[in-house]
């Protein structure tokens, strides 16, 4: 059923289809035809093309919540993130002015759109940045300000939607240098000290977290996956002794020890996409490595690589679910905006265990512009926009 179907049904259903009628989505083209073209506008754009017609606004509004353009199978995958497209958005320091920007990278032109300026003025590194696909949000939260050594308790909310920033609930305690991520469409933030709160988008307050005991753990990289939230000090010089890591479980507010071949093999920046998360390492040929949690390994991903002219330093992100084929993507932002994009799909391998899958990643360089040479990425996130 097309939109314009659906539209009339419900107003029929709603008692109103007596004085109102919906007219086409764009005359004279088939209804199919006319929905691809509108999810092709530029979501910067939506409140503009939503004064063109209530078809068209009810059309933007509602586009998230219909499948009726997918195979049933990829519909009901895309109906656990939005019905969207995925835009990779990018923060990144302008050297010279210190200046932090965001970006987003358009996925069918491949071009970069400038952002609204980002709020605050936390010294680089210092604050942390966390996702919510599904609600189309972005959260930069504390950091410690420019210049001096003050935590901040801050936190400033991006909404694709409006294409703006604004103030949201502040933390509970100033925080910087803290691990954070998105688990179970909240978010999650813990510093070093073992404090932890949760952040509810739809009660627009933070709550208390049960605390992590034990030593302190320096954040080195963060993941969240699975209704859990995964922090990890990484290996340090002179490596005398193993990393140590943590695991906050969610529905169980509860922390444990993070596991020995997980922590031990986390060498280099975490994305989770499609449910699976992969590690691209910080040395030698930057190769993509995929944890297997029922062997508490980190297995290579065949194809090679990061692409050498995506230069670092790198962030990464990952689309949260399943793209075409069962396949999964991954972005590597490096310097001056360049990024590589890598699609992940299962490969079979001579002499594997039957019960271990293999994996084979394809590469692609999206070239930034010459004008970002100099940005040097701090993060990366993937919306649905």
Known sequence: MSFSSMSKQQVLDAGEGAGEEVVELIPGLPEEVAEKCLLHLPFLYHRLFRTVSSTWNRFLTDAPAKPPLLAPAAAAAAAAVSFSLPFLFAFAFDPASRRLQ????????????????????????????????????IYVIGGVEEGGDKAVRSVAVYSAARNGWEAAAAMRTP????????VGGRVVVAGEDGEAEVFD???????????????AVARYDAAAAGGKLYVTEGWAWPFERAPRGAVYDAAADSWREM??????????????????????????????????????????VAGGGVPPEVRRPHVVAGEVGEVAGGRRRIYVVGAGLDVAVGTVSAAAAAGAPHDV????????VVKGPAEFAGLAPCNAQVLYA
Not at 115 to 123: M, R, S, T, Y
Not at 201 to 207: I, K, T, V
């Open 357 to 364: 899958e293999e994996e084979v990643v394809e590469w692609e």
């Open 201 to 215: 988008p739809e009660a627009g307050r933070w709550l208390p977290a049960a605390p992590r005991r034990g030593a």
């Open 175 to 182: 925080r910087g240098y803290m691990a954070a991520g998105e």
């Open 259 to 300: 596991a020995r071949g997980m922590r031990e093999g986390w060498t280099g920046s975490c994305a989770v996409a499609g449910g699976r998360m992969y590690i691209v390492a910080e040395y030698g040929e930057w190769r993509l490595k995929r944890y297997d949690e029922a062997r508490d390994e980190w297995r290579m």
């Open 102 to 137: 965001c970006q987003a990278l358009d996925p069918f032109s491949r071009r970069w759109l400038l952002l609204p300026p980002v709020p605050g003025g936390a010294a680089a590194g210092s604050f942390a940045v966390v996702g919510l696909p599904r609600r189309g949000e």
